[in-house]
C-alpha cells in the first residue's frame, strides 16, 4: 500500500500559518508594528492604500538589519529574540515566533529594505508568494522598511472575504491606536490614500497618551504596586462607561491584550455604579515578572495567560477599587461581595493631582497574596 501520509512544503506551510497568523490587513500592520518596537524604534510611520489591500508600508527608525539578517529574517522561525526554551517562558518582547514575515510574504509580494545605523549601505529582499526571488544591496536611511503588496493575490478566497475598504483602515487605525496607547514613547504616523489619518507624539506618561486618545474626557489617573505586581491605569468616572468592553485597553508588559476576566475586573472595581455589561473608559496597564505570563497561548498573540489568574485579577480589582474616588451613596457592591465597605488595608491611594493616603477598612475574607514565581 503507498503511503499517504507525507511532508508539506516549505510554502504550503507559511501559508497555512498566514491563515493564523494573517487574517486581514490589520493583522500584518500589527506584527510589523510590533517588530518596529521590538527594533528599538522611536518613530514608526505606516502608510496604506486600499485598505491595505493594495499597500501596506512600514518604516521605523529601529537598530536595522544586516544583510545576512535580512535574508534570514524571511525564512521560517528565524528570530532575534529567542534562543532556547527559557527564553521563551520568560518573553519581554512583542515578538518571538520568526512567523511574521515568512506568513506576510507567502500570501503577498513583499520587499524589504534596512539598514543598521553603523552601516553605509543597506540591504533589500524581495519575496513573492513564498519565493525569495531577490537579494541585492540598496541605499536607504538607517532602519527598516517593510512594504507589502497585493496582499492576497495567490489566495483569492481570502481576500474575498474581506471588508469594505473603509472598514480595513479603520481596523488598521485601531490596531495603531493600540500600539500608541501601549507605548506612549513612541511616534507614529499613520496616513491613507496620500493623507495624515492618525498622528500620535512622543509623550512623557500613559496619562498623556490617554488624552490625546480620549480627547477631554475627564480621567482618574491611578498608580499601584503591590506584590510584585505595576498597575497604571488612566480610567474615566463611571457615567462615561459603554456596554461591552471595546472602549477599555489592556496591556500586559507592554503587550496589547484580550481578557475578560481581567476587564470584568476592573468593571467590579467600580462596584453597583456601572450597569451589568458596561465597562469604563480608558487604559489599564499591568507590569509583571515575564516568567508568570505565558505570551504563547493564541496565534495572533492577543491572548496571554498568567500563572495565578485568580489572585492576579482579585489583586487589580482590589487596588483599582481602592483609587477610585468614593461614591456618594456607598457601594453597595462591595458591601455584599465583602460584607465591608472597602476593599483593601491601610493603602496609599494615588491620584492625579497628588497622594491621596487614607486607611481603608479591612476585608472581612483578604485574599491570597500574588507571589511570582522565583526564576531561581
Known sequence: MAPTVRLLDDTLIDQIAAGEVIERPANLVKELLENAIDAQASSITVSVEDGGRAQVRVTDDGIGMSAEDVTL???????????????????????????????????????????????????????????????SPVGCP??????????FYN???????????QTETSRIFEVCQRLALSHPELRLVVTSEGRTARQYLPSGSLAERAYQVFGDLALEEIHAERDGVILDAVLAAAEHARAGARHLFLFVNGRPVNDRRLARAIAFAYGDRLPPGHYPRGVVSLRLAPEDVDVNAHPQKTEVRFKRAAQLVDLVTRLIAARLPASPAGDAYWDARMGAPGPLLNVDATRAGGAL???????????PEYAPKNPN
Open 73 to 135: 529574517s524571511v525564512q521560517r522561525h528565524a528570530t532575534s529574540k529567542i534562543a532556547s526554551f527559557d527564553d521563551l517562558v520568560r518573553v519581554s518582547t512583542l515578538g518571538f515566533r520568526g512567523e511574521a514575515l515568512p506568513s506576510i510574504g507567502s500570501v503577498s509580494r513583499m520587499t524589504i529594505r534596512s539598514r543598521p545605523k553603523d552601516s553605509l549601505e543597506g540591504s533589500r529582499v524581495l519575496v513573492e508568494g513564498g519565493e525569495l526571488r531577490d537579494s
Open 142 to 151: 538607517p532602519g527598516t522598511t517593510v512594504e507589502v503588496n497585493d496582499l
Open 155 to 165: 489566495v483569492p478566497a481570502r481576500k474575498k472575504f474581506l471588508r469594505a475598504r
Open 357 to 367: 493616603s487614607s486607611a481603608v477598612s479591612e476585608v472581612a475574607q483578604p485574599v
